[in-house]
């Protein structure tokens, strides 16, 4: 089962303004090929499809913890492309009708790059890719043989690094670029994980391939804060009591890649600290929540009081 934690995984900084378009090319994270969708389903089917567990605990507990993490990723993913859709944080902005409607108010949208993301979604998030394209199952894979989908997950964080670092130098605004920042950290984490368990199975050492690709992480300013904290040495088991078996590969004195800061490899019980959910601003004449929402808002209000 999950635990679902009111926090995002990562702390993001506020939009500097409306941004359409770097939406769109953030979504290329959520539903590309190798984006968030793709690597929470192939890990997430093959965590539930997993044989002999009991007694390949390491490798089980490697891929399930994973899944866990995938789920927060596709969750940042996607409050980053709310938010650049919706703009700076005005609180208040969502007070009142949604006044006169009759003069095209969003005249604009139908010229931006995923115009379906306005019309269709009101500038939320959908399993999509950069283009609009739906994310579909054929992109999880999940044989039953261990090493097999190993080097395929291994194959899989490599690809998304790759993705990540071009959305990366597409975009210019904070939280697009926060975004990109944490994967790359942690995408870097997940290829190195999955390359050590194929190491303990097979004996050959994949993660002197790595980085694969050769994304320099401390050129990426982004970057910094995650390192520094050493979150590239870390793996978390998103559980109270379970999946601690993956320190047998992602500890007993593995160390850091030589291209990160020095450390050995750990495994924290638990989940990170993350950051707060920005709140998205309504919009009445959207019809978001709703064209006039007074009641809506007196209604709630009411209810979390009763719930105090």
Request: overall charge negative; proline content about 7%.
């Amino acid at each position: 089962m999950f635990m679902r934690v009111d926090k995002l995984q990562a702390e993001l900084p506020a939009p500097k303004k409306k941004d359409p378009n770097a939406a769109a090319a953030l979504q290329e994270l959520l539903g590309g090929k190798y984006g968030e969708m793709s690597t929470l389903g192939n890990y997430m089917f093959q965590s539930f499809n997993f044989r002999s567990k009991d007694k390949l605990k390491p490798f089980y507990s490697l891929v399930a913890s994973i899944t866990a993490e995938e789920l927060g990723h596709v969750e940042l993913v996607s409050n980053g492309v709310a938010m650049l859709n919706n703009g700076p944080d005005m609180p208040g902005a969502d007070e009142g009708d949604g006044g006169d409607i009759s003069g095209a108010p969003f005249e604009a949208m139908k010229d931006i790059r995923s115009a379906a993301s306005f019309f269709s979604h009101a500038g939320g998030s959908v399993p999509v890719n950069s283009n609009s394209m739906s994310w579909n199952a054929d992109m999880v894979t999940t044989t039953g043989n261990v090493v097999f989908d190993l080097l395929h997950n291994f194959h899989l964080e490599c690809g998304a690094r790759l993705h990540k670092l071009r959305v990366y130098e597409s975009l210019s605004d904070p939280t697009g670029r926060e975004v990109c920042g944490y994967l790359l950290v942690r995408g870097s984490v997940h290829a190195h994980a999955y390359a050590l368990a194929l190491k303990k199975i097979t004996g050959v050492s994949l993660e002197q391939f790595l980085p694969v690709p050769n994304i320099p992480l401390d050129k990426i300013p982004e970057c910094q804060k995650y390192l520094n904290e050493g979150s590239h040495r870390r793996l978390y088991t998103f559980s109270p009591a379970d999946y601690k078996e993956m320190s047998g590969i992602w500890g007993n004195g593995e160390q850091a890649l030589p291209t990160d800061p020095p450390g050995e490899l750990t495994v924290v019980d638990g989940m990170p600290e993350g950051g707060k959910i920005h709140q998205l601003t309504g919009i009445p004449s959207a019809f978001t929540p709703d064209y006039a929402p007074e009641e809506m808002y007196e209604i709630a209000s009411k209810l979390y009081q009763k719930s105090r």
